[in-house]
């Protein structure tokens, strides 16, 4: 009879830890979905603005402002996107497909 007493609280253990991750993780993914939804919005703004006829180039800060996010966070997301960061202005961000390395032949502001 103990043993099913320990099977039973072995049981109980497994299932109490299983609930117990799943709530941390549910709860995670729900505070984040939001964030994750606003950022695939942001990289879509992103391309849109550096798909444009007009400029090859974009600066950083007309990057983030249009995407509402800080400098960093633009960043990242440009990088999410295959942007780059040119190497003779360093405040301009460019797709790799329209400035590809080493190419960086761009008007200075």
């Given at each position: 009879?103990?043993?099913?007493?320990?099977?039973a609280v072995l049981?109980?253990?497994?299932?109490?830890?299983?609930?117990?991750?799943?709530?941390?993780?549910?709860?995670?993914?729900?505070?984040?979905?939001?964030?994750?939804?606003?950022?695939?919005?942001?990289?879509?703004?992103?391309?849109?603005?550096?798909?444009?006829?007009?400029?090859?180039?974009?600066?950083?800060?007309?990057?983030?402002?249009?995407?509402?996010?800080?400098?960093?966070?633009?960043?990242?997301?440009?990088?999410?996107?295959?942007?780059?960061?040119?190497?003779?202005?360093?405040?301009?961000?460019?797709?790799?497909s329209r400035n590809?390395?080493?190419?960086?032949?761009q008007p200075k502001?």
């Amino acid at each position: 009879m103990t043993v099913s007493v320990e099977i039973a609280v072995l049981i109980g253990a497994i299932v109490g830890a299983i609930a117990s991750l799943s709530t941390v993780f549910l709860t995670h993914w729900l505070s984040k979905r939001r964030e994750y939804r606003l950022d695939d919005k942001r990289k879509e703004r992103l391309i849109l603005l550096l798909r444009g006829e007009k400029y090859k180039w974009r600066n950083i800060e007309t990057l983030s402002s249009a995407v509402g996010a800080d400098i960093i966070k633009t960043k990242e997301l440009l990088l999410e996107i295959d942007a780059r960061q040119s190497l003779s202005n360093n405040s301009s961000w460019g797709l790799i497909s329209r400035n590809p390395f080493p190419e960086d032949i761009q008007p200075k502001e």
